[in-house]
């Protein structure tokens, strides 16, 4: 491979590598800037379109190898597979998280090339097109700067894949700069990203100012830090009930008006209905507390073999409401693609029988708090929150079991993403997280509590009930930014050299 060819793998793999590590543990938010220039010189530098493509490829893999460092150890501890199979776990979902970079790297460069589009917008529209390809891990460089939130705030109009392309734009600027040694573009991408972030913190003040005025609500988040597999041990469930019944008498004891267990905390399969509640070691409430609300996680059975991933909220009546189910389940934990043609995938990849989703989102209620219950991973998938939007919820409820990912960088990743939500949304977000970041997130991606999941316990937080319009993401999604995207390459073209300069 000759030097030419070399420097765009070269930097694409630092991208990747620079923005895994603006997350956990270093957590220096602004290295996935320094990621997304590094890429845009990388492609820059490419004189073909496959140099580009091999660019966007480094760039996937050596993002994912990093960032998700923990699988090997996951798929080892659930999973009767060995070390050396689960390091090719990794291998091959690195390979297939880098497939978007590659094919959308190689598609900025054919439209610098033969649209002759300003590099800096293909590159942005580059970017925008591999962030909304699907991936098992839908991590985009917007999360890590998280720790930032001004630098965010425009995600209530453009949604993350909009900010990420923002960003990218700005890089791309500065990456141009770079190559040409001029410090107008070094300077002109740095104001870009310094507009963003000011406007960013105007708003995060603005938003702050309404505040005091607004109904809260006062919520324990419960972290019954249940082992991932003890859930798979039918005679530890009385326990496990127990245990969710203990933390919560201390949590009421304490002044709440809601109580949140994790995702399918409560160990029991129910009814997929609303109605009564069993009482005893199978209960949510007891008489001698915990009196509820409730909201909790849970299993339930449709009938036949359809079992949902669910959450419900339970009255002091001990009755509780039609659950709410998870939309989008996880492959490999919850369902196993191509299981039905391949049946050992099932066996080695998947406990129990597996479960169906959501006909679609329905909201619950305590008091004056309409709920939207984002189940799992689902407050990283902006689809999943704006699809409650038509509901009118006022607060954003996510249940989570982090135990899969103990002692591992993935609970704070998924934290982080998190926070997207709430702005792209304006509605406060608890997290209720068993062996994981429980937190309390407002409006304006500022985390205002959070615990760690050192222990059984729980986190009481006051957020805020939000009323108000639906955001302009909200109502409109990715599409409008999308067009706006297609129109600026279409309009920023380069100048034709003139013949014989």
Known sequence: MTRAGARPLALGALGGVLVALAGPPLSVPLLALAGLVSLAAAVSSARTWR?????????????????????????????????????????????????????AMGAAHALVERARTAAPVAFAA??????????????????????????????DAVGERGVVTLLALAAGVVASGLARRSWRGVLAGSLLVAAIGAHGAL???????????RPRVTIALVDPSIDAKLRWDLPSWPAI?????????????????????????????LAHAAGPTPRGPRGLLADEGPHGPVLAG????GGGLDRFNSATV???DFRMQMPADKQRLLWFGEVVPLADVFPWLRRTFQQGAGLVSATGPRLLTSGAARIAVLNCYE???????????PLDPNLLVNLTNDAWFEGSLEPEMHHRFAVLRAIEQRRD?????????????????????RAAGDGAGFLRVRPALREGEPTLYARLGDAPFALGVALACALARRRRPRPGS
């Open 51 to 103: 140099q580009a493509l091999a660019a966007g490829l480094a760039f996937g893999v050596a993002f994912s190898l990093v960032a998700l460092r923990f699988i090997p150890t996951t798929v080892q501890r659930f999973t009767p597979l060995g070390w050396v199979p689960a390091a090719l776990c990794l291998v091959l979902l690195a390979l297939s998280q880098a497939l978007p970079w590659a094919a």
């Open 126 to 155: 580059g970017v925008l097109l591999a962030v909304s390809l699907p991936a098992l891990f839908p991590w985009t460089p917007a999360g890590f700067l998280a720790p930032l939130p001004a630098l965010l705030q425009l995600a």
């Open 203 to 213: 708003r995060m003040r603005a938003l702050e100012a309404g505040d005091a005025s």
């Open 241 to 269: 009930a127990e245990g969710l019944r203990s933390v919560t008498r201390r949590a009421e004891a304490s002044g709440v008006d809601l109580s949140i267990w994790p995702e399918s905390a409560y160990p029991f399969v």
């Open 298 to 301: 849970l299993i339930t059975d």
């Open 314 to 316: 339970v009255a002091p």
């Open 379 to 389: 407050d990283t998938l902006p689809s999943v929150a704006r699809s409650y939007a």
């Open 429 to 449: 977000l608890v997290r209720a997280v068993n062996r994981g970041v429980s937190s309390w997130i407002d409006a304006s991606g500022r985390v205002r509590a």
